[in-house]
């Protein structure tokens, strides 16, 4: 199994998350970082519900990412996308999703998920995770 059989809208992504023309190849350069993690999720047996809603969560990301690069974080453009992922994403999670309330359990659970999603991925292109197992 591949990403894109999860996702098969998955090469859309960026052209969904572009808000001006200079946002695609930022979208595509991210995209770009986000397949190996899920085929990293496919190869470990991840269950098929988990690998779709990191995949998601994946989506969401880039889309905050290009959100903020247009509306008041132009400088962050001249960051390379594994650069951006590491300025968005900490060991606490994602960036905050401007359309979910936190105070609302369901936006709530949703922000779990997803700062999960957010915290693996930034082990995973940082290395971090296979340097925690390695000591195991």
Same mark, same amino acid.
């Given at each position: 199994? +591949?990403?894109?059989?999860? &996702?098969?809208? $998955? @090469?859309? *992504?960026?052209?969904? *998350?572009? %808000?001006?023309?200079?946002? =695609? ?8 970082? &986000?397949?190996? &993690?899920?085929?990293? /999720? ?7 519900? +988990?690998?779709?809603?990191?995949? /998601? @969560?994946? %989506?969401? $990301? ?7 690069? @247009?509306?008041?974080?132009?400088? @962050? ?8 992922? =590491? ?8 960036? =905050?999703?401007?359309? *979910? ?15 999960? +999603? ?5 082990? &995973?292109?940082? %290395? ?9």
């Amino acid at each position: 199994m +591949t990403p894109a059989d999860y &996702f098969p809208d $998955l @090469n859309e *992504w960026p052209e969904n *998350w572009m %808000g001006v023309e200079g946002d =695609l190849e930022i979208g595509c350069r991210l995209l770009a970082l &986000f397949i190996p &993690f899920i085929q990293h /999720q496919i190869n470990r047996g991840m269950a098929g519900k +988990t690998i779709k809603t990191h995949g /998601q @969560n994946l %989506g969401i $990301l880039g889309s905050e990412i290009i959100k903020r690069l @247009n509306q008041n974080e132009e400088e @962050n453009r001249k960051l390379s996308p594994r650069e951006l992922i =590491l300025h968005y994403v900490d060991d606490k999670g994602g960036p =905050l999703v401007s359309h *979910w309330d936190v105070n609302d359990i369901t936006g709530y659970r949703y922000y779990l998920a997803y700062d999960s +999603t957010c915290r693996n991925f930034l082990q &995973f292109i940082t %290395g971090k995770a296979a340097k925690v197992r390695q000591r195991r």
